[in-house]
């Protein structure tokens, strides 16, 4: 049985930082690249980062570069998203899961950003 569970996320002050994590299983995570997607009220999902089987990362936005750090330990099953320097937009559930095809999706992790 496919399952992710993220944790992590909470409340924090505009600039602050944040540590998701993201603990797969039912299957093997370094045979997939995977993704953090974003789901924020009354806007579509959005992609934040991926990172590929090698290693690659990618971003989806200009905004995260330099503030979001994609990391994976393919021995826990697990990838982190080290989220710092952030703001009120940033607001939103954050969810992982393979990519391109996706899997059952988890219940995320609600992250948010408000003084």
């Known amino acids: 049985q496919y399952q992710f569970v993220e944790s992590g996320g909470g409340l924090v002050q505009p600039g602050g930082s944040l540590s998701l994590s993201c603990v797969a299983s039912?299957?093997?995570?370094?045979?997939?690249?995977i993704i953090w997607i974003r789901q924020a009220p009354g806007k579509e999902n959005e992609g934040v980062v991926c990172?590929?089987?090698?290693?690659?990362?990618?971003y989806y936005g200009d905004s995260m570069k330099g503030r979001f750090t994609i990391s994976r330990d393919n021995a826990k099953s697990t990838v982190y998203l080290q989220m710092n320097s952030l703001n009120a937009e940033d607001t939103a559930v954050y969810f992982c899961?393979?990519?391109?095809?996706?899997?059952?999706w988890g219940q995320g992790t609600q992250v948010t950003v408000s003084s």
């Open positions: 899961n393979t990519y391109p095809s996706q899997k059952p």
């Open positions: 990172i590929e089987r090698n290693g690659v990362t990618r």
């Open positions: 039912g299957f093997t995570v370094d045979s997939y690249s």
